[in-house]
């Protein structure tokens, strides 16, 4: 089973970027490249030299193509042989090579969940219920009068579309690859009189049990800060002027916190060994770090990486093991099936003194 974790948060946190930062991490572990399985509409331009190096091989579910089956067949290893292929008849879905791929990065669940949604509203499926109703406008079209279909997703559509997301996540994670990180956005919502925040998809149900479906969940908190830049001055032609402009930071934080503006809590949990859950702390103190164009989700990953080697050889858990051994015997098993196997014991070797027999054994012959 593949690791996996989540990045989510607003609009303009970097979450591309850090599929790119992922496929790094990935090229460099592995030596093999990453998926790129997006249906987010901003496209991909932030990993776009990712792209044309062959570090991320991309494709873009369309909303109008049919995205259900597409994305179940691409959650169970199927890649389409000609993505860029914009006639959905002629795209061939064929098994992955897992010797050339080595982590899948999904944008995002949000964007997924919405259009699942709509596809069921729009072709007005019947899962489990019959299908919300509908109803018909008129507009006149190249001068011909037509008449639009337009439906609203029924309860049945929220249910189903959970289920599949769910089915997605466990399909993705199943797949022979090291690492599947899914991208979302964030959604508030009010749980036991508190204001919360997690990952947005359709309903509010499942929205705190998604973090559980995935190993690390990382929440990315977007602050605005005021900077100074210099300007044309339009009043002084040829000079310039000092003005405020409003920008965002952001820290990517791997432990629960308050937003500062609303008060509502995040969720987020780190993948690592229990034992250096401290030290994951001490790496990034505040239980956050701070993206670059260079690095970001890469470092995080290395430094989890680095704790779980560590945990592997620590000494208590030797020891330990050594105990145990001695206890149940199995050292000297162990070393008893590692002993070399005798040849035959021959006069001439017990002459040379390489063969041993017991004391009076030549004699008694």
């Known amino acids: 089973m593949a690791r996996s974790g989540a990045i989510y948060g607003s609009t303009n946190t970097f979450k591309t970027t850090a599929c790119g930062h992922f496929a790094r ?25 990712e792209v044309d190096a062959g570090m991320i091989l991309p ?12 994305v179940r067949k691409v959650s169970q290893g199927y890649w389409p042989e000609n993505p860029a292929e914009p006639d959905i008849t002629k795209l061939n879905f064929r098994r992955v090579n897992w010797d050339k791929v080595g982590g899948i ?27 919300a109703s509908k109803f018909q406008q008129r507009i006149l079209v190249e001068g011909e009068v037509i008449s639009e279909t337009f ?20 399909n993705f994670q199943s797949l022979p690859v090291s690492y599947v990180l899914f991208t979302a956005h964030e959604k508030k919502y009010a749980e036991d009189g508190e204001l919360q925040c997690g990952i947005s998809v359709p309903g509010k149900a499942i929205t705190p049990l998604v973090p559980t479906w995935v190993g690390d969940c990382i929440h990315a908190q977007d602050f605005k800060v005021v900077e100074k830049v210099r300007v044309p001055d339009p009043a002084k032609p040829g000079e310039t002027r000092e003005e405020e402009i409003l920008g965002v930071a952001c ?47 890469d470092e995080y990953l290395r430094a989890v990486d680095k704790l779980a080697q560590d945990a592997a050889q620590a000494d208590a858990l030797r020891d330990w093991r050594r105990k145990a051994d001695e206890k149940l015997g199995r050292v000297a098993r162990v070393a008893a099936a590692q002993a070399p196997v005798p040849g035959p014991i021959t006069p001439e070797k017990i002459m040379a003194g390489d063969g041993k027999l017991p004391a009076g054994a030549i004699s008694k012959q």
Request: proline letters at 6%; glycine letters at 10%; aromatic letters at 12%.
């Open 25 to 49: 991490w990935i090229a460099a572990t592995t030596g093999k490249s990453t998926l790129l399985f997006s249906s987010d509409g901003g496209g991909w331009d932030p990993v776009q030299e």
């Open 59 to 70: 494709y873009h579910c369309d909303a109008n193509e049919i995205p259900l089956p597409i």
């Open 105 to 131: 990065a999904v944008e995002g669940l949000t964007s997924l969940g919405t259009m699942l949604m709509r596809h069921c509203a729009d072709k007005n499926l019947k899962t489990g219920e019959e299908g």
């Open 151 to 170: 439906t609203q997703s029924s309860r049945g559509h929220y249910g189903f579309v959970q289920n599949q997301l769910y089915s997605l996540v466990t």
């Open 251 to 297: 820290r990517y934080y791997f432990v629960k916190h308050i937003d500062p503006a609303t008060g509502a809590i995040f969720e987020a949990k780190p993948r690592v060994t229990h034992s250096k859950a401290l030290e994951l702390r001490k790496v990034f103190p505040g239980g956050f770090f701070v993206p670059t164009p260079e690095h970001g989700f």
